[in-house]
């Protein structure tokens, strides 16, 4: 089993930068990708990219690429989720996630944090 603990969520103004962590604890070895994710008040919940626990590559849906970045720091178990150019529009609960398999879904989440973006 993965442990996914995630930080960093808050109110930011239109145009700001946050960081969101996401560490973990557990059976990190057998991570296959972490996955980051966003639901909006009243929509269902969104799939922003994928990182590849192994070799660091990465994946972005369209809606955030050349906004937010992934990366990782190996000595903390941690990835982390850069986000700038924040619009309101981006204001949800944001969560990462876990998966053992490409095979398989995300088997353990993390409990998600709170970003708000004033206008």
């Known amino acids: 089993q993965v442990q996914l603990v995630e930080s960093g969520g808050g109110l930011v103004q239109a145009g700001g930068s946050l960081r969101l962590s996401c560490t973990a604890s557990g059976s990190i070895w057998s991570i296959y990708s972490m996955g980051w994710f966003r639901q909006a008040p009243g929509k269902d919940r969104v799939a922003l990219g994928t990182?590849?626990?192994?070799?660091?590559?990465?994946t972005y849906a369209d809606s955030v690429k050349g906004r937010f970045t992934f990366s990782r720091d190996n000595a903390k178990n941690t990835v982390y989720l850069q986000m700038n150019s924040l619009k309101p529009e981006d204001t949800a609960v944001y969560y990462c996630?876990?998966?053992?398999?490409?095979?398989?879904?995300?088997?353990?989440w993390g409990q998600g944090t709170q970003v708000t973006v004033s206008s």
């Open positions: 990182f590849r626990w192994r070799n660091g590559d990465t």
């Open positions: 996630a876990a998966q053992f398999s490409s095979a398989l879904h995300y088997q353990y």
